[in-house]
Every structure is written in structure tokens, then in C-alpha cells.
């Protein structure tokens, strides 16, 4: 998330309240901002009844006795969320927008190959910010404490992206806020259209360093192009995209 704070409210058409410095690797477990339903609409504005929040990148159904033994779940298949115990409730009741300036995604070639794994980062060729479809729960401890945490949705991957990864992030578009987020009117099934995978060329994948594996390193400079090397030989190297979670 790179954008300013009043470019994302404008686009997402809501208030804003505080601040916050661009974020050039967000990693599971942070914060993300969330933007969900608000409860009733202010007077004298102009903007549709929402508000912004943060939550933990990484779903915890609230029935979960201990997060700790729980996965840490950081996707919903859009295809099987409706049915899923985890997100079922949060189908119907907490559908949200998470904005966001893209996403980075690696191709891992099959070992024979020789190739190595590539890191790509994946943005709207228009640029500005684009809202994932996502869900959030509230989870509570036994001793009261609560924490709101979410998940993006993720779909099959058009064909633009599947030379990449199979999968790709469900992208909600502006005309479409409302619905996604109206959880009193419609109901998982009336939103089944909204989740399919964007236009071929919505997005373009940029290749990058594997600098971006690291949580540490948060720098702009993690989405400088970089020119791709020619296949080698099988190397018995770790694979660079081992020491983190793969996003989709």
C-alpha cells in the first residue's frame, strides 16, 4: 500500500481519519486496512456509509479455542468459502474491501527445469488503488480481549497470470463497493458474480529481486524491474521463497 491516505478515502469512498506511511511489503500477521460497512450514514455526507479499520492479516474463525494451533489462514478460496466452516459466517456478515497498490507473487518453474523461482510485482497497468475482496472476524480470548483479523479472497488465475501462478486475488471494482460490502441484502450466492478473476489486462507483472522475501526489507527499491536471467542447470540451492508464506 503506497498510495496517501486521501487517495485511498477518495477511492474507496471513505473518511479517513489518521495518516499512514507507505507500506512496500506487507507481510501475514501485520496490520492491513480494511474498509467495511459502516453503521448508519452522517449527516451532511456526501461519502456511502463505511469505515476504515485495521485487522491482523491472517483469519481466525471465532469458534477457535487456541490461534496458536489453528492455521494461519491468509486466503479464502472463493470458490469453497460459501461452504467452508471458517468462513461461512463471515460470507454473510463480514465482507470487506482491503485496498491496496498491488501484490507481489512468485513462479516457481519445476526443478528440472533448471530455471530459478522469479518474484513478480503485480499492479493495476492503470496504477491507483485496487480493493481485494476480503473477509474479517472478530475473534475473542478467554479472558475478553478481542482481535479483528481477515483474509483475502482468492480465484482461478485469468490467463494473463496463470503463467505465474495458478491463482490470483479476487478484485472487487468500484461500481461493485456497495453490493459487496451490503451483507443485509445480499447474500453469499447474490455476490457469486462479483468473484470472478479481473480482465486479462487489469494487471501487469513486473520481475523484481528476491529481496522481497524478506519481511526486513521495506524499501521502495523492492519494486525496482530487474532483467531475468537465462535458464541454468538445477541447482541444489534453497529455493529463495522459502522463508516466507506464499500468497496465493
Known sequence: MTSTP??????????LSEGFPARYNIAPTQPILVVISGDRQERGS????RRALLVRWGFTPAWVKDPKEFPLLINARAETAIGKASFRAAMRHRRILIPASGFYEWRRPAKESGEKSQPYWIRPRDGGVIAFAGLMETWASA???EVDTGAILTTAAN???????DRMPVVIKPEDFARWLDCKTQEPREVLDLMAPVQEDFFEAIPVSDRVNKVANMGPDLQEPITIEAPTKPSKKSDPGDGQLNLF
Open 6 to 15: 486521501e487517495y485511498v478515502g477518495e477511492a474507496l469512498g471513505v473518511l
Open 143 to 145: 479472558d475478553g480481549s
Open 159 to 165: 490467463r494473463a497470470m496463470r503463467p505465474i501462478h
Open 46 to 49: 456526501n461519502l456511502p456509509d
